[in-house]
């Protein structure tokens, strides 16, 4: 398996567009988090599904954010509209089930300007 | 309560040192202790992993020890290498499965 896929690597967009940002999991993977990592807050779990539906998005930071899962092999983190405060490294990760690693993607650095 | 105490922010160890780094939390609800490397550019990977019922483990030259009635735990890595300058993160997960991380160290190992 080639692991957690995320696109884009680097994303650079102006504040007040949309951003979303895609994740394709581990196959046979029930679990999906999205985690967002920057210097001053260290990773923060945002929210994670279980067999596609969201069970915990108490870190979404605001309704700007919001996240899917339309099946078991994709699921997106959307922010509209985007600020500057967002800028980060937002990063998947995938686990078959909550007492195993949790593997994660290579992370979508997104810059807002 | 639900947070993880990491320390030192930074440490730099000379080639061939023990690097340690320390970690303490407050609830006692947690059941699973993992250590998380991070290379510049790559998502975090499981190192080391450790569940309350023992007091150490130990993987080639990383070994995590535990403290519970201390609410506290380590990971020591002998002779360290240049290999191993990284980001490491110490977390704890809840009874909601979810992982608490701590604010993760940066190790540098010099040559």
């Known amino acids: 398996d080639a692991g957690v896929i995320q696109s884009p690597r680097h994303e650079v967009t102006e504040m007040g567009q949309e951003v979303t940002l895609r994740c394709k999991p581990i196959s046979g993977h029930d679990y999906l988090f999205w985690y967002r990592q920057t210097m001053m807050r260290g990773l923060e779990l945002l929210i994670y599904f279980n067999n596609n539906v969201p069970i915990d998005d108490s870190g979404m930071p605001e309704d700007r954010f919001s996240a899917k899962m339309p099946n078991a092999s994709f699921s997106t983190l959307k922010i509209q509209p985007s600020e500057p405060r967002d800028s980060a490294v937002y990063f998947c990760?995938?686990?078959?089930?909550?007492?195993?690693?949790?593997?994660f993607g290579q992370g979508t650095r997104l810059t807002v300007v | 309560q639900q947070q993880v105490k990491q320390s030192p922010q930074s440490l730099i160890v000379q080639k061939g040192g023990i690097s340690i780094i320390n970690c303490a939390y407050e609830?006692?609800?947690?059941?699973?202790f993992p250590w998380y490397q991070q290379f510049p550019g790559k998502g975090p990977a499981l190192l080391i992993a450790i569940r309350p019922d023992v007091s150490e483990k130990k993987e080639g030259r990383f070994t995590i020890s535990f403290n519970k009635s201390a609410k506290q735990f380590s990971l020591h890595i002998m002779d360290s290498q240049p290999g191993d300058s990284a980001t490491y993160f110490c977390a704890a997960r809840n009874s909601n499965y979810q992982l608490i991380w701590g604010a993760g160290t940066k190790l540098i190992i010099k040559p």
């Open positions: 990760a995938s686990s078959s089930d909550p007492n195993t690693e949790a593997f």
């Open positions: 609830n006692t609800a947690f059941d699973y």
